[in-house]
C-alpha cells in the first residue's frame, strides 16, 4: 500500500510499520489547471498543484493519502478533496500548533488514531505494527542523529538532504572557500532548481526548506528503545524537529541562529510561495531577528520569475561580497 | 504632506500614551448621561464606545487582547477589560484611518496578501496607538492567520500570548485537549492578575443576552421585516463579541430590540438575503447600492449563535465546547447545512458572501459553498475585495455584480 503525504509533522515511521510504503508528495509537473475552479484565486500554490494532480490521477500509485498540518490551505485542501470524492480514502492529521504537554498528548492521540486506520486498511495486528515500529525507531534514530549533527555541523550543503546524505562528505569542493555561505529557506516547490541555480551563482547552499532541513533534521533528537514508541514519535515530530513557519517562532529562530553562527552564514534565501500566510508571518520574524542580509524571493506556480529571480540574486551576492 | 502626516501620528501616540489624560473623559460622559437621559441606540452605542475607550486608555484594570472567537466571557470573569483587535480595526476603517497601520505594517514586511485585519492590528500596534496589552489570548479555531497575528503581537508588545490549539475536528478528545489548555491558561491569568474568574456572572449576563438576541432573530424571520440599513448590524459586532458576558451587551440588545419592535414593517417587496462573513468598514457604496437594488439583510453569519449554553458548574467544559462550536464557521459541511438551515428559517430569496482578500479559509470553501447552495436553489453572489483595505475596492465592479445578481433573483 502507498501512502502518500506532505506535511513534515507526519511521521513516516507510523506508515512503514503498518507495512506500508510512504511517498512524500512534492508534485511534478507544476500544473493547476484542473484546481482552478476549486480554490480560489489568492491561495496556496502547492495546495493547488497537489489538488490538480490527485484530480488528473498522476497519484494513481496511491492507496491513501494523509492531509496534515495546521494551516487554512492543508485543512481546505482536504474539505475539497473529500467533497469530490476521489476513489482514494485519506485521513486529517492534526498537528498541534503549541508545544507543550497537553498538546503532545493529543498529537499522540492523534498518531494513534490514524494508525488504526491504516491497520485495519492492512489487515495488521496491533503486536506486529509495535514490533515493526520499535525496529524502525531503532535505526531511525541514528539516522536521524547522525544526519542531524553532520547537517548542523555544516557538512551538508547542496542538495545533500534530497539524495539522503547521512555522513560527513569526505572532501568540500576545493572551490568552496570562494563561495559565499548561505541558507536557502523554502517550501516544497522549485527547491532542487533554486539550490542548483544558487550553486550556480557561486553559493554554497544549505537547504532550510520543507523538503530539506524542515524534514530531516531533529537537532536534539533523544532515542530510550523501552519507552513508549508513539510517544517517541509525538516528541520527535512535535517537540525535536526544526519547526516549519509559525510553529512555534521562538524555537525556530533559535534553531536557525545557532546553525547560523555556528557556519558562519552570511545570508539568507528565501523563496517563498505567494498567499502562504505563516511564511509571510515568519519572513517579517526573522527579518526583523536575524542580523544577516535577507532576501525574500516570492513565486506563485512558474518560473515566469526567473530572470527577475536572477538578477535580484546577482545582485545579492554582490552585497554579500562586499561585507 | 508627510512632514504633517507624522506629526499627526505622533501627536496620535503621545495623547494615545498619556493614561491621566483619558480619565477626564468621565467628565464627559456624565455630561452624555445628562444631556440623554432617555439615549436612542446610536447614542447608547457612543456613550459605551466612549466609557470603553476610557477604560481601555486609562488602564483602570488589566488589558487583555483577544482573537474574535475566543470567548469574551472568561475575560469579564476574570475582571478584566477585554479588547479585540480585529473589531477595533473595523473602526478605524470606518473613521477612514486604515491606510495608516496598513502601510506601516507592510513598510515592516507584513506583505499585503495578509489578511487585512491582521495587517491593520499589527500596523496599530507598532505604531503603539492600540491601548497597551497585559496579556494576549488567542484560538486557532476560525483561521490559522490569527496564530501568526496573535504570536506578531506578543513579538511587538513583549509580552507572552496564550495560544489555544484547536483541533479541526470534533471529538471528545478535542473537547478534553481545549478544556485542559484553558485551565491552564486560566491559571495563568489569575496568578498573574491576582483574580479569582466568576463565572457566574458573566454567564448568566451572556446566556441571557443569547435569549436576546434570539428574540431579535424571531423578529427578523417576519415577511416584511429587515434591520435598515442593510449590513447594519453588523456594525454592533462589539455587542456580540467583546461586550458578551458584561452588562453593556444585555444593555444595548435590549435597547436594539426595543428599538427593533418599534419599527413599522416595510410594505414595498424587498429581497431577502443572508449575509455571510464581514462586510468592508471603510466609506464605501454597498449600503447604497443594496439599497437601490431592493435588498434586504435579513440575517447575518457573524451574529449568529453558534454555541450552547455556558454551564457553570462545568465552566471550562463549557467554554471548551462553545470555543470548538465556533467551527460551524469553517468547517464547510457544518457551515453549509447552517446557511441552508438559515435561508429556509428566513424564507431566504439569496445569499451574499463579501470575500476578504487574505481570508484563505473562507475563500477555500467558496466552490463547496456556491455549488451546495445552488442545488438547493438559493443564487450565491461572491463579491471580491477587502473589509479594511480600500486598495482593493471598486465601486463599478460592485455595481455590476449586484446588478447582475438582482437580475438572477428576478429571473
Redesign the interface.
Same mark, same amino acid.
Given at each position: 500500500m502507498n501512502v502518500g503525504y506532505y506535511c513534515t509533522y507526519i511521521p513516516e515511521e507510523i506508515i512503514q510499520s503498518c507495512n506500508a510504503t510512504p511517498v512524500f508528495l512534492h508534485p511534478e509537473p507544476l500544473s493547476t489547471n484542473h484546481a482552478i475552479?476549486?480554490?480560489?484565486t489568492? #491561495?496556496?500554490p502547492f495546495s493547488k498543484i497537489l489538488l490538480n494532480s490527485f484530480l488528473t490521477e498522476k497519484n494513481q500509485d496511491l492507496d491513501f493519502i494523509i492531509f496534515g498540518g495546521?494551516?487554512?490551505?492543508g485543512?481546505?485542501?482536504y474539505?475539497?478533496f473529500i467533497?469530490l470524492q476521489t476513489k482514494i480514502p485519506c485521513h486529517?492529521l492534526?498537528i498541534?500548533?503549541?508545544n507543550?504537554h497537553?498538546?503532545l498528548?493529543?498529537f499522540h492521540?492523534?498518531l494513534n488514531d490514524l494508525t488504526q486506520k491504516l491497520l485495519s486498511l492492512q489487515g495488521l495486528s496491533q503486536q506486529n505494527f509495535i514490533e515493526n515500529l520499535r525496529n524502525i525507531l531503532d535505526h531511525s534514530f541514528i539516522v536521524k542523529q547522525t544526519q542531524s549533527q553532520a547537517f548542523m555541523k555544516g557538512a551538508l550543503s547542496g542538495n545533500s538532504l534530497l539524495q539522503g546524505k547521512t555522513q560527513l562528505q569526505s572532501s568540500l569542493d576545493s572551490t568552496s572557500s570562494s563561495k559565499v555561505s548561505i541558507l536557502l529557506l523554502a517550501s516544497h516547490l522549485f527547491v532542487e532548481n533554486i539550490i542548483q541555480l544558487l550553486e550556480e551563482k557561486e553559493f554554497r547552499v544549505f537547504d532550510g526548506s520543507a523538503i530539506g532541513m524542515r524534514r530531516y533534521i531533529f537537532p536534539e533528537i533523544e532515542y530510550s528503545h523501552h519507552s513508549d514508541p508513539l510517544d517517541i514519535l509525538s516528541q520527535w515530530y512535535l517537540i525535536n524537529k526544526v519547526p516549519c513557519p509559525?510553529y512555534n517562532?521562538q524555537k525556530r529562530l533559535e534553531i536557525l541562529q545557532k546553525f547560523i553562527n555556528r557556519i558562519g552564514l552570511q545570508g539568507i534565501v528565501y523563496f517563498y510561495p505567494? #498567499?502562504c500566510?505563516?511564511t509571510?508571518?515568519d519572513?517579517?520574524?526573522l527579518?526583523?531577528h536575524i542580523k544577516i542580509p535577507l532576501l525574500p524571493l516570492e513565486h506563485d506556480m512558474s518560473y515566469s520569475s526567473l530572470g527577475q529571480w536572477e538578477t535580484r540574486i546577482d545582485a545579492f551576492r554582490e552585497v554579500l561580497s562586499n561585507q | 504632506m508627510k512632514l504633517k502626516t507624522s506629526t499627526a501620528l505622533s501627536l496620535a501616540r503621545f495623547f494615545a500614551n498619556r493614561k491621566s489624560l483619558f480619565h477626564l473623559l468621565g467628565i464627559y460622559e456624565c455630561w452624555l448621561k445628562k444631556k440623554f437621559p432617555e439615549p436612542n441606540l446610536p447614542q447608547i452605542s457612543y456613550q459605551l464606545t466612549i466609557k470603553t475607550v476610557r477604560e481601555l486608555y486609562s488602564h483602570s484594570r488589566p488589558v487583555i487582547w483577544s482573537s474574535l472567537f475566543f470567548p469574551c466571557e472568561i475575560i469579564h470573569a476574570a475582571g478584566a477589560i477585554p479588547f479585540y483587535p480585529e473589531i477595533t480595526v473595523g473602526l478605524v476603517a470606518a473613521l477612514g484611518f486604515q491606510h495608516f497601520p496598513l502601510e506601516f505594517a507592510e513598510k515592516n514586511w507584513y506583505s499585503q496578501d495578509l489578511c487585512s485585519y491582521h495587517r491593520a492590528g499589527v500596523g496599530m500596534s507598532l505604531l503603539k496607538l492600540f491601548p497597551r496589552p497585559d496579556c494576549l489570548v488567542a484560538t486557532t479555531s476560525i483561521c490559522r492567520g490569527t496564530a501568526g497575528f496573535f504570536q506578531s503581537l506578543a513579538d511587538i508588545w513583549k509580552i507572552p500570548c496564550f495560544l489555544i490549539d484547536v483541533p479541526y475536528q470534533t471529538t471528545s478528545e478535542a473537547i478534553i485537549y481545549v478544556k485542559n489548555q484553558l485551565s491552564s491558561i486560566t491559571s495563568q491569568i489569575s496568578s498573574q492578575f491576582n483574580c479569582q474568574f466568576h463565572w457566574e456572572d458573566s454567564f448568566s449576563l451572556s446566556n441571557s443576552t443569547v435569549k436576546i438576541i434570539h428574540q431579535i432573530e424571531a423578529l427578523r424571520k417576519q415577511k416584511n421585516f429587515a434591520i435598515q440599513p442593510p449590513t447594519k448590524n453588523l456594525d454592533y459586532l462589539p455587542y456580540y463579541f467583546q461586550f458578551l458576558g458584561s452588562p453593556s451587551s444585555k444593555f444595548f440588545f435590549e435597547k436594539f430590540l426595543e428599538h427593533l419592535q418599534k419599527i413599522e414593517n416595510r410594505s414595498n417587496k424587498f429581497h431577502r438575503l443572508i449575509w455571510l462573513h464581514l462586510k468592508p468598514f471603510y466609506p464605501n457604496q454597498l449600503t447604497a447600492l443594496l439599497n437601490e437594488n431592493h435588498f434586504g439583510v435579513v440575517y447575518d453569519e457573524f451574529a449568529s449563535i453558534f454555541w450552547e449554553p455556558l454551564e457553570t458548574e462545568k465552566p471550562l467544559e463549557s467554554l471548551a465546547k462553545k470555543i470548538i462550536s465556533s467551527q460551524n464557521l469553517t468547517v464547510p459541511e457544518k457551515r453549509i447545512l447552517r446557511i441552508l438551515d438559515w435561508c429556509e428559517q428566513f424564507q431566504a430569496d439569496g445569499v451574499i458572501q463579501f470575500n476578504q482578500w487574505g481570508c484563505r479559509q473562507s475563500q477555500g470553501m467558496n466552490f463547496l459553498l456556491k455549488k451546495t447552495l445552488q442545488q438547493k436553489g438559493y443564487p450565491v453572489l461572491l463579491l471580491d475585495g477587502d473589509h479594511i483595505d480600500k486598495k482593493f475596492y471598486s465601486e463599478e465592479q460592485l455595481r455590476t455584480r449586484i446588478e447582475a445578481f438582482l437580475e438572477i433573483l428576478e429571473g
Open positions: 475552479p476549486y480554490l480560489p489568492p #491561495f496556496c495546521c494551516c487554512d490551505a485543512k481546505k485542501l474539505d475539497v467533497a486529517y492534526h498541534p500548533l503549541v507543550n497537553e498538546s498528548k493529543f492521540h492523534s509559525g517562532p505567494k #498567499f500566510d505563516q509571510l508571518y519572513l517579517s520574524f527579518k526583523k | -
